[in-house]
């Protein structure tokens, strides 16, 4: 293995691995530096891939249980088998991140095994898993793409097993009596759902007084009374003071934000799911002078360069929206600025997607965001009770909003919370990367029946001329 290279990686993520076949693609000798036994970063080993699996593997379970009589299939009452569901779940990972090693030896990058520190611009040293002599690569630059981690809670001490992540929700050999969920975001109900399918009581404990915060605030109040409809209990504007576990459980410490009586929750397993933090420690950044934001992430400009001449950071680590999709965009984007090519990521084109069933999907601005720039809008909703594949699919839980510029019907932001949702929202990232009008997605003939006939209609509402409503 050579010592030198054009770039090294830090983190074999989606940002790191998909910036590392991009620079090879492009000529540059690589190697990635992973810490992990297998490539692929949280988001393929424990976030995205087998929460999907998890999300996708209950779904089909709640359908079984409840939804395939309705066309007139008798199954019976189904049986879950948890540990058959993990090894499903494993070898759904396994077998992504072996395609990742191969993809690797096809452009002929060096994966490098070990845990990276930055001693100087230019150098990356690699001290190997289990102990060893640090192996010191020399290049001409280093990327940063080491992601994020679950942001700890005062009072609230992680061990995986009764107090856990999403890395440990997403490996519970059996369904908790009671899951608590602190955090309304978009993993805890996530993996709350996956949870509450397979059977378990689920009681999501919110500081604010909303879940998904950030998303448009309509939406967000429908898609929490549809999670409720499933039979999700919500506890919002309450601060969790602390967690003890026992032998039989733990006991969740809580009390009103505004103040008020505390009070004590007894949960099975609890997932602290309240965000992620940047992931830098250990990489040796503050002696190399590389600036921080208060948030802890990596300052960069717009080529993904820190402050220091030859380092460079993506993805989690950088500010921005953590999302996997935009890692890999800057990934692409930052490589091909290094070999001389031209390029940015524009973020408020990054869809946001949150797995539930039905799924919200969101791009854009909402509409506070755009009351509060000032800005004069139209909106067009249409409804999925409307859609004929959703009224076919007995699925028709949700809608789609599109926000368009009052002068110039030019689109500014969708947010669907319906089936396939996270599909749906591509067409209108589509068109507001063109510039697109409401009445460019309005005129485009859409196939019958689909579910995206739903985007056409919201299109035509916006300015007043929806059909099946």
């Known amino acids: 293995m050579p010592d030198s290279y054009d770039l090294v990686v830090i983190g074999a993520g989606p940002g790191g691995y998909v910036a590392a076949i991009r620079a090879a693609q492009l000529g ?27 999300l996708n593997a209950s779904h089909k379970f709640v359908e079984a249980e409840h939804h395939l009589a309705d066309f007139g299939i008798e199954v019976g009452k189904p049986k879950l088998d948890v540990k058959k569901l993990m090894e499903t779940k494993t070898g759904i990972v396994t ?126 109040k429908r898609f929490q009374r549809v999670l409720a409809k499933q039979g999700i209990e919500f506890k919002l504007s309450t601060k969790v ?43 040796g950044l503050e002696a190399l002078g590389v600036e921080l934001d208060k948030r802890g992430a990596i300052v960069v400009d717009a080529d993904f360069e820190s402050s220091v001449k030859g380092i460079f950071a993506i993805g989690d680590v950088i500010p921005g929206p ?35 069933w039905p799924e919200l999907a969101t791009v854009g601005q909402t509409e506070e965001q755009l009351k509060a720039a000032g800005v004069e809008y139209r909106k067009g909703v249409f409804p999925f009770t409307a859609n004929s594949r959703a009224r076919a699919n007995l699925d028709t839980e949700g809608q789609i909003k599109i926000l368009a510029d009052a002068k110039t019907d030019r689109i500014l932001g969708a947010h669907i919370l319906g089936p396939d949702a996270g599909t749906l929202i591509h067409e209108i990232c589509m068109a507001m990367a063109f510039g697109g009008s409401s009445e460019d997605v309005a005129r485009m003939c859409h196939g019958h029946p689909t579910l995206s006939e739903g985007v056409k209609e919201a299109a035509l509402a916006v300015d007043g001329r929806p059909i099946h409503i």
């Open 95 to 220: 077998g992504l991140t072996d395609g990742i090693a191969f993809l690797f030896k096809k452009h002929k990058i060096d994966w490098v095994q070990g845990t990276a520190t930055i001693p100087a611009a230019g150098k990356v040293e690699v001290t190997p898993n289990g102990g060893g002599k640090p192996q010191m690569l020399a290049c001409e630059r280093i990327l940063i793409a080491t992601g994020s981690e679950s942001t700890p809670l005062p009072g609230v001490e992680v061990d995986e097993k009764r107090i856990v992540t999403s890395t440990g929700a997403l490996d519970l050999t059996k369904v908790p009596g009671h899951l608590v969920v602190i955090g309304g975001g978009v993993i805890g109900l996530e993996l709350g759902s996956v949870w509450k399918r397979l059977g378990a009581k689920v009681t999501v404990v919110e500081f604010l007084d909303r879940i998904v915060p950030g998303t448009d605030t309509d939406t967000a």
């Open 28 to 54: 540059m000798k690589v190697a990635c530096v992973e810490k992990r036994a297998a490539l692929g970063g949280t988001c393929l080993n424990v976030g995205c891939i087998p929460s999907k699996a998890l």
């Open 241 to 283: 003071t602390g967690a003890k576990s026992g032998k039989s459980g733990v006991t969740l410490s809580m009390e009103p934000v505004k103040g008020g009586d505390a009070e004590e929750m007894a949960a099975d397993v609890v997932l602290l799911a309240i965000g992620r933090r940047p992931l830098t420690a250990g990489l």
């Open 322 to 356: 953590m999302l996997a999709h935009k890692a890999e965009e800057d990934g692409v984007v930052c490589a091909e600025i290094m070999a001389g090519q031209s390029g940015h990521v524009d973020y408020n084109l990054v869809p946001g997607i949150v797995y539930t």
